[in-house]
């Protein structure tokens, strides 16, 4: 667009205004992103491997000794006597069958962080996400307002240099020019730099550069009261459910130390075979043999696990109160940013439209100068980026509040 007076001039201004926000060139909504997320992120893919590690450590806990298989031979005075035996303890204490609860707790516990754990990846990867789509829409705003005043700054030049305008117009024009062209280059080092924090989060080899959000940040959805999200924290946190299954871990482990003064009879059953001068014969032999304990009755163990199971009902007095402080904060600041970024809106308005015409027509009246004219333009432009802002405070509220209660709650 060649501007040729003052009027045209000013109308590119105009279009600069109030031309609705356009987005950047889009290729990932949000759902998409995260469907991506869940196939590339390493971390995700090592949390899994974390809970089948547990579940194989913890089999180990509940298992019956193996057998103990035994050949032996005498052989005095003529006389050869040989066994075969075959050798087990039997678990008739019922440790064994509450350690096997003890493991399931434990595989319970660790499922219920790995859980905790990806609330938290996802949620940074959504910061990460609206980060980036913040942080293209600052861009289109900027260049919108960039490119007016390359223009309004040419066509003064031109003028100047026909004698028909002034310097101070001219040079005070480059000087906004410049300042916006520094900030709109500072905004794509952002760009670059979002890119790179949400490729991140995907496989190796991603092409960061390549990567563009679309997407809104407005949730008209309602907020739960915080009493339903404070209950909803207390039955879905993993941090906390992790810890209460510790609690019930170390109560089965201190159960099965006591029952460790309840001996295990070892079993041993076999065939025997004698063998003398004239005679060979064979025979069974049983054996019954039960263990005394005298010197580990299990109350190191016992000591042990109480020890552990006040440690853990501490944490999770802990946690159930940063629990629920968390959800409070969460949900506060949340309201508030939800509150300031509508009303920001609304008592906006067509402000800048009107201050805008009125700068325009004052402009060519001659009442005001372009010091007037050029404000005009940098409070329209700084009240979009203003409301981007808030937009985007918004969305991360509601991303911590997410946080807060262990799940997605939108």
Do not use: C
Request: charged share 30%.
């Amino acid at each position: 667009m060649i501007l040729q007076a003052p009027r045209p001039l000013l109308a590119a201004l105009g279009f600069l205004l109030f031309l609705p926000l356009i987005a950047a060139s889009q290729e990932m909504t949000e759902a998409e992103a995260l469907g991506r997320f869940e196939r590339e992120n390493a971390n995700l893919k090592a949390l899994s491997a974390q809970i089948r590690e547990a579940q194989a450590d913890v089999r180990s806990w509940s298992r019956p000794a193996n057998p103990i298989v035994t050949y032996s031979r005498e052989d005095a005075a003529g006389i050869r006597d040989e066994f075969f035996l075959i050798q087990q303890s039997l678990p008739l204490n019922g440790r064994l069958g509450l350690l096997r609860k003890a493991g399931r707790a434990t595989v319970n516990s660790v499922e219920a962080e790995t859980a905790y754990t990806k609330v938290q990846l996802r949620s940074d990867f959504r910061v990460a996400f609206f980060g980036l789509l913040a942080a293209q829409e600052r861009i289109t705003l900027l260049e919108f307002g960039v490119q007016p005043l390359r223009e309004i700054a040419r066509v003064l030049g031109e003028r100047e240099r026909e004698g028909e305008g002034s310097t101070f117009d001219k040079l005070r024009a480059e000087r906004e020019l410049a300042e916006m062209e520094a900030a709109l280059d500072r905004a794509r080092i952002l760009l670059v730099e979002a890119q790179a924090r949400l490729g991140s989060f995907l496989a190796f080899g991603s092409n960061p550069t390549s990567l563009k959000a679309t997407g809104i940040f407005a949730n008209p959805a309602p907020l739960p009261s915080l009493e339903d999200l404070t209950a909803r924290a207390l039955s879905v946190r993993g941090d906390y459910l992790a810890e209460q299954r510790r609690i019930e871990r170390f109560r089965y482990e201190r159960q099965a130390a006591k029952r460790i003064l309840i001996p295990d009879p070892i079993i041993s059953a076999g065939f025997k075979r004698t063998t003398i001068p004239g005679l060979d014969d064979r025979g069974y032999a049983v054996s019954v043999a039960v263990p005394l304990p005298l010197f580990d009755g299990g109350k190191a163990r016992e000591a042990r696990a109480k020890a552990a199971l006040e440690q853990s009902e501490a944490a999770a007095a802990v946690l159930r109160r940063a629990a629920e402080t968390d959800v409070q904060s969460a949900y506060e600041a949340l309201k508030l940013y939800r509150r300031i970024a509508q009303e920001y809106v609304r008592r906006l308005g067509d402000h800048g439209e009107k201050l805008s015409r009125i700068s325009r027509l004052s402009y060519e009246e001659g009442e005001q100068g372009i010091l007037e004219l050029l404000d005009s333009h940098r409070v329209a432009l700084n009240s979009r980026l203003q409301a981007l802002e808030l937009d985007l405070s918004a969305k991360l509220a509601e991303i911590e509040l997410n946080r807060a209660v262990g799940e997605e709650v939108f």
